[in-house]
Structure formats: C-alpha cells, structure tokens
C-alpha cells in the first residue's frame, strides 16, 4: 500500500557528507512522524533522527550538531543531511514513516536501506 525509496547512500571519506532523501507512495492520506534508523553490523537498529509533520525534530545524542532531519509534506519526502561524518556512521540506513492510510488505517513502513560507509 506504501512504498519508501531511498537514495543517497554511498562511501566518503571521515569527515565529508552525504545526502539521504525518502519518497514515500501509495495510498497516504498523511503522514506523522517520518524518520531514519540505522544498524551496523553485530548491533541493533537504532533510532537516528525524526521529524513529526508539524517540524518537530528528534535526534540521537552520537549525531547532533553533526545531522539534520528536514522533510516536505507536499512531496512526503524525508532528507537526512549528515555531516562531519565518522567512521562509526557506517551503517545500512533505514527510512521509517507512519502513514494515515486513505482507507482510514494507520500503520508503520520502513524503506529498503542504503548503506552509508565512511572510511579513508
């Protein structure tokens, strides 16, 4: 019923940047909260950053004043704008959204992942 597509991941060196955007599709009446998780190998999934549909913003404490969360409603798309990047980044990335579908249900879909790796 809804589909996350995710782009943006790559390799980079400590220190760049990188840029992830989320589109979600299908049969959204609105969306809530949207966000970005991450898991690295051997450890569990964990919350990055999150965004409500008012503006609102939620971050790690490993991240802040390193990522921002930034979304547009019209497009429900998320970004996630990372900085000052750290060899510890390195993760599969997930988008997260919860979605008001048009049949009235409200329900939780995750996007496919993109690894980001930051390595020299």
């Known amino acids: 019923q809804v589909q996350l597509v995710e782009s943006g991941g790559g390799l980079v060196q400590p220190g760049g940047s990188l840029r992830l955007s989320c589109a979600a599709s299908?049969?959204?009446?609105?969306?809530?909260?949207m966000g970005w998780y991450r898991q690295a190998p051997g450890k569990e999934r964990e919350l990055v950053a999150a965004v409500t549909s008012g503006g609102s913003t939620n971050y790690a404490d490993s991240v802040k004043g390193r990522f921002t969360i930034s979304r547009d409603n019209a497009k429900n798309t998320v970004y996630l704008q990372m900085n000052s990047l750290k060899p510890e980044d390195t993760a599969v990335y997930y988008c997260?959204?919860?979605?008001?579908?048009?049949?009235?249900?409200?329900?939780?879909?995750w996007g496919q992942g993109t690894q980001v790796t930051v390595s020299a």
């Open positions: 299908g049969s959204i009446f609105s969306i809530n909260v």
């Open positions: 997260n959204a919860d979605v008001f579908l048009l049949n009235s249900d409200y329900a939780d879909y």
